[in-house]
Nanobody, 114 residues
Framework: QVQLVESGGGLVQPGGSLRLSCAAS?????????MEWYRQAPGKQRDLVAG???????NYADSVKGRFTISRDNAKNTVYLQMESLTPEDTAVYYC???????WGKGTPVTVSS
């Protein structure tokens, strides 16, 4: 059974940066999975932010294109989300997920505020 653990969230000022990590454990991960980052703001639905497949081909929501970068380190079983030029609208709990599965992490909160 694969487990996902996010980290790296916190409080940051507008215009600032954060890097989120999603560490995967479990023997099946060694075969490679497509991975995604989602976010859920208070009172809103959970939305896809970015995805990366096993060949490191990426896709992004329009709202984060040019500001966020998803990457993966297969040797460390970790996927990253580098977030730049953050705005208060980026405030949310960020979750990682194995694509097309019900395997989610518990989330890491990001607050963008002055």
């Amino acid at each position: 059974q694969v487990q996902l653990v996010e980290s790296g969230g916190g409080l940051v000022q507008p215009g600032g940066s954060l890097r989120l990590s999603c560490a995967a454990s479990g023997s099946r991960f060694s075969y490679g999975y497509d991975m995604e980052w989602y976010r859920q703001a208070p009172g809103k639905q959970r939305d896809l932010v970015a995805g990366i497949n096993t060949r490191s081909i990426t896709n992004y929501a329009d709202s984060v294109k040019g500001r966020f970068t998803i990457s993966r380190d297969n040797a460390k079983n970790t996927v990253y989300l580098q977030m730049e030029s953050l705005t208060p609208e980026d405030t949310a709990v960020y979750y990682c997920r194995l694509t097309n599965t019900n395997v989610w992490g518990k989330g890491t909160p990001v607050t963008v505020s002055s």
